[in-house]
Every structure is written in structure tokens, then in C-alpha cells.
């Protein structure tokens, strides 16, 4: 996400890096650019006009300091403002200040990822908050919806409410409210049907729900990807029901991000989760300074951190680290780490997150280093059988072209493969010599598979 816009921002600070001091005739030109690279993010105009309103002013009411050049000055305030844009410092919590059972009411257009998100919630609820989540849909307009969101629940491990055919959205509300009191529920979230566009009848039923419930939440699921059109939709649902939380949805694709940066002002609700991919677990908090710092490629140590941990299991690593000490690293694993690796997300996305590493991102760049490498290595792996994955010496042949061709790849990618992974069990048991430490430091790196056979580093 993003990727356009940070880009675009990076040129402009880029050029005001290189000067020693900045003229007048500089800065309107950055700021000319930074509005043009906010617009093309799809940005809502009158959001743009009041950033570059701010920028413009902080920039000429900042106290010249010594420490820094103008340039990154102006960066910092950029900065700031972004992150007011995206809501300010520190994330916005889902409110669990009621009474239990506590109604969270999910609504949306079609499509939008309400139900989704309603099972990333029930999860994320349950795991880290402790909470005995029920899941509720109200959804009468598509008959597989309540299914749906059973089949959600059953995968979360969480309960739904028992589907009985022919109520309205309404009387399932009730049934949920009185089901979630009976049975001692934290949380019972109410997943609504989606319409394809804004209309009276959706309004109408969504605030019938809301009037019977009385949520503690009303959560606004929008599509990242629908840029300008979310922000005409989250400004009708707000005035209808005014919302109390908005959840950015697809922020895992390639939305150019303007979206999120409009929500706030336009609706003066917080963003507090983003889903970044269809599986359970693809829901995160949304940390308006980290957002910027990714926007501006100044680097977010924290948030690096925080994914790597929770997705690299620390015992897993340290059984991996001693099979790679004895040479017994095979395959098997190799489709693990890759795995673990696309999981965090794209390598030049990882290493987006490091400060400092603009010149090494764009010589990963330069490498071809990219996860569809990974992607297709790892499809090849998927390919093989358990026991050629144990011992890929067996891989004649025969075999070579059925793996390639159950992977859709080449047997010459096959050949690749394997002989990368020969390289790097080699490069293992040298690392290994050097002890944890070495480890560490080459372990990434060696793990990496080199697209049109230059070094990375
Ligand atoms: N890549 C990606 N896909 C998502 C995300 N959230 C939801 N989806 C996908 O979007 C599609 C629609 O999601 P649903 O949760 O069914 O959307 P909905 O708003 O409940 O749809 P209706 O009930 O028909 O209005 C599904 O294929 C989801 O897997 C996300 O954060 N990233
Ligand atoms: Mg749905």
C-alpha cells in the first residue's frame, strides 16, 4: 500500500535533501509536487488544500534549528502532518467500556469485508483480549451470508448464533442481544448485509438494528481500494448512523492509500483496524505514526519487530538454527522459512520498515529480489513429495518436469532451485562455524534466493 505515494513523496524530499538551504521558490515547489502526489493518492481535495494549508504555515512558523538542514525539517513536518491526517498519535482502541454483553454492529457496502472483519474481530477478541466473542449475521439479503459467517466463527473458534430462516435483521439482533445475556458473551458482533450502493432501505434497516442494540461500537468496514467512492460512503453512513470506528479494508493490495488518509478529516471518526488479507489473522491495529513513517520511508523499527515475533515462533527458530548446524536443513524447512518470510510480507516491505535502507531497497530492487521469487519457489516445494523434499538428491528427471509443471513453472526454475538450496545449505554449515551470532546476522541473507545472480549485499 501506499507504494505510489511514498515513492512520489520521496523524490520531492529527495530534491530538498540535496540543498544546503532552501529558497522560497523550493518550498512552493515542493509543496506544488506534495499536492499533486496527495491528489493522485486519490486524497479528497478539501483534505489536501487544509494539509498543504498546514505544512505551508508550520513551515513558516518553524524556528530555524542547527541541528538539521531545512530540508529535513520539512520533512518532519510533513511528517506530523500526515499522522494528523491519519488520526493523530497512538491507536484508537476498540471501545469494551459497556456492559456485557457488548453489541458491535458492522456495516458497510457489498463487498466491503464486513463479515471478513467481523471474524478477524471475534478472533482477535478472543486471542488477545480473552473474550467470549459471539458472531451474529443479519444478513437476510444473500441466502449463503448467515453460512458464511458460521463456517467464519467454526475457523475462529468462536460462536455463532443459530440460524432460524424467515426472521428480519431486526428480531436477529434481538435474539443475538438476549442469546449473548443468557449465555454470558463479552462481545456479540452484528455482521449487516452490504448493498451495492447507498439507498434508503439499507439506511433504514441499519438504523432500526442500531436502535434496537444500542452497540458500543459502530464499526464502518470500507474497501481501501474504492479510493474517493469510500470517502462518499463512509460520509452517508456516518450522517445516517454516525459511526463510531472505521476498519480499512484490502490495504494488503495496491490501493493508493488516499482513502485513509481522507477518513478522518472527512468523518471525524478514527481508523482503528486495517485488514491487510482475506485469512483470520490479517487484521491489524492502525498506528497513525507508523502509517507515515511507512508513507515517508523514514522507517518503523517497532512495527518490524512486532510482526517479526509474533509470526517467527522463537523455539521453532532455535530447532531451525541447530538442523542448520548439522547440515539437516532441507527442503521441508526451506518451504517453512519461505512461508514465514511471504507471511510478513514482501522482503523490500520488510526492509521498508528499517530506517536507513532506501539505497539497500533499491538495490534489492536492482536483484529482482522480490517475493513472487519466493511465491513460485515455494509452489515448487509444494510440488514435491515428502520424501523429495527430505532428500532432493532423488530428483531426476522424471520428476523434475512433473514438480514443474504441477507448480507452473520451468523445470530449468526447478533446476534453480535446487541448486540455490545446495548453495545455501553449504553457506549454513559455514555460518553455523561462526556461531549464533554469525547466525543471525547471515541467516536472512542467506536465506534469500538471488534473482540474475548478483549478491544483494
Ligand atoms: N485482500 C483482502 N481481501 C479481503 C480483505 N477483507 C476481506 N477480503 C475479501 O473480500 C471479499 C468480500 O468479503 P466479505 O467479508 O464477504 O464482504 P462483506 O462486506 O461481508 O460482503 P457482503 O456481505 O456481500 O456485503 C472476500 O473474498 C474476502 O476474503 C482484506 O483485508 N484484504
Ligand atoms: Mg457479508
Same mark, same amino acid.
Given at each position: 500500500m501506499f507504494e505510489a505515494l511514498s515513492g512520489k513523496l520521496g523524490d520531492v524530499f529527495d530534491r530538498l535533501r540535496r540543498r544546503g538551504a532552501l529558497s522560497e521558490n523550493d518550498v512552493i515547489e515542493a509543496m506544488r509536487d506534495i499536492r499533486l502526489a496527495l491528489l493522485e493518492a486519490d486524497v479528497a481535495l478539501p483534505v489536501v488544500r487544509d494539509f498543504i494549508t498546514k505544512v505551508r504555515l508550520a513551515a513558516v512558523g518553524a524556528e530555524v534549528l542547527r541541528a538539521v538542514s531545512p530540508g529535513q525539517q520539512v520533512i518532519k513536518i510533513v511528517n506530523d502532518a500526515l499522522v494528523e491526517a491519519l488520526g493523530g498519535e497512538g491507536v484508537v482502541p476498540l471501545?469494551?467500556?459497556? #456492559? #456485557?454483553?457488548i453489541p458491535f454492529l458492522m456495516v458497510g457496502l457489498q463487498g466491503s469485508g464486513k463479515t471478513t472483519t467481523s471474524g478477524k474481530i471475534a478472533l482477535y477478541l478472543k486471542d488477545k483480549q480473552r473474550k467470549k466473542v459471539l458472531l451474529a449475521s443479519l444478513d437476510t439479503q444473500r441466502p449463503a451470508a448467515q453460512l458464511q459467517l458460521a463456517q467464519l466463527a467454526e475457523r475462529a473458534g468462536v460462536a455463532s448464533l443459530p440460524i432460524i430462516a424467515g426472521e428480519t435483521p431486526v428480531q436477529i439482533a434481538r435474539r443475538a442481544m438476549e442469546t449473548g445475556r443468557r449465555e454470558v458473551f463479552d462481545v456479540v458482533i452484528l455482521d449487516t448485509a452490504g448493498r451495492l450502493s447507498i439507498d434508503q432501505a439499507l439506511m433504514d434497516e441499519v438504523k432500526a438494528i442500531r436502535a434496537a442494540t444500542d452497540p458500543a461500537e459502530t464499526l464502518l468496514v470500507v474497501d481501501a481500494m474504492t479510493g474517493q467512492d469510500a470517502v462518499s460512503t463512509a460520509t452517508a453512513f456516518n450522517e445516517a448512523v454516525s459511526i463510531t470506528g472505521i476498519v480499512m479494508t484490502r490495504l494488503d493490495g495496491d490501493a493508493r492509500g488516499g482513502a485513509a488518509l481522507s477518513m478522518r478529516a472527512i468523518?471525524? #471518526? %478514527? !481508523? *482503528?483496524l486495517m485488514g491487510m $488479507?482475506? *485469512?483470520? @489473522? #490479517?487484521l491489524e491495529q492502525f498506528h497513525p505514526e507508523r502509517i507515515a513513517g511507512r508513507i515517508l520511508g523514514m522507517g518503523d523499527i517497532v512495527s518490524l519487530v512486532e510482526k517479526a515475533s509474533e509470526h517467527v515462533d522463537q523455539a521453532n527458530a532455535e530447532k531451525l538454527a541447530k538442523k542448520m548446524a548439522k547440515g539437516k536443513f532441507d527442503l521441508e524447512d526451506y518451504g517453512e522459512q519461505l512461508k514465514q518470510i511471504t507471511k510478513m510480507g514482501s522482503l523490500s516491505g520488510i526492509m521498508g520498515m528499517? %530506517? $536507513?535502507v532506501g539505497k539497500i531497497k533499491q538495490q534489492l530492487a536492482d536483484a529482482d529480489l522480490d517475493t513472487s521469487i519466493l511465491k513460485r519457489q515455494g509452489a515448487i516445494i509444494s510440488s514435491m513429495t515428502k520424501a523429495e523434499r527430505a532428500?532432493? @538428491? !532423488?530428483?531426476k528427471a522424471s520428476r523434475k518436469k512433473r514438480v514443474a509443471a504441477g507448480s507452473g513453472t520451468s523445470v530449468q526454475e526447478v533446476n534453480r532451485l535446487l541448486k540455490q538450496f545446495d548453495m545455501m545449505k553449504d553457506m549454513m554449515k559455514r555460518a553455523s562455524k561462526l556461531g549464533q551470532k554469525g547466525l543471525a546476522r547471515g541467516g536472512l541473507a542467506a536465506l534469500m534466493p538471488q534473482g540474475g545472480g548478483r549478491r544483494p549485499f
Open positions: 471501545n469494551l467500556n459497556a #456492559a #456485557a454483553p468523518t471525524g #471518526a %478514527p !481508523i *482503528k $488479507g482475506e *485469512k483470520l @489473522d #490479517a528499517l %530506517p $536507513g532428500n532432493p @538428491d !532423488i530428483m
